[in-house]
Nanobody, 121 residues
Framework: QVQLVESGGGSVQAGGSLRLSCAAS????????MAWYRQAPGQQRELVAY???????MHIEDVKGRFTISRDNAKKMVYLQMNSLKPEDTAVYYC???????????????WGQGTQVTVSS
């Protein structure tokens, strides 16, 4: 199957930076979109940013100018550089990938286990 493993979370003060990484492994034929979501306590999971396999990106308004998503297709990795962090960015961050496991399989969505980001004021 397919595994997504995030790393890079932690605790920082407001204004600080963190870089999240996510490595995809397993039976992978191709990966289309990769994305980062986050879920704050008591809130629904929300999309933060996504990147296509061609490198086109989208960032939600709340993080524009502060966060940058990128990917390394050869390494099957996606990153989220987070600068100027705010307490409201505190959440569990999840990696997401849309994957074909074989040339003829359908596209399936996979999730990582999540990594905690805590920003203190």
């Amino acid at each position: 199957q397919v595994q997504l493993v995030e790393s890079g979370g932690g605790s920082v003060q407001a204004g600080g930076s963190l870089r999240l990484s996510c490595a995809a492994s397993g039976r992978i034929f191709s990966i289309t979109n990769m994305a980062w979501y986050r879920q704050a306590p008591g809130q629904q999971r929300e999309l933060v940013a996504y990147i296509t396999n061609g490198g086109s990106t989208m960032h939600i308004e709340d993080v524009k100018g502060r966060f940058t998503i990128s990917r390394d297709n050869a390494k099957k990795m996606v990153y989220l550089q987070m600068n100027s962090l705010k307490p409201e960015d505190t959440a569990v961050y999840y990696c997401n990938a849309i994957v074909k496991t074989t040339a003829w399989s359908r596209l399936d969505t996979y999730w990582g286990q999540g990594t905690q980001v805590t920003v203190s004021s």
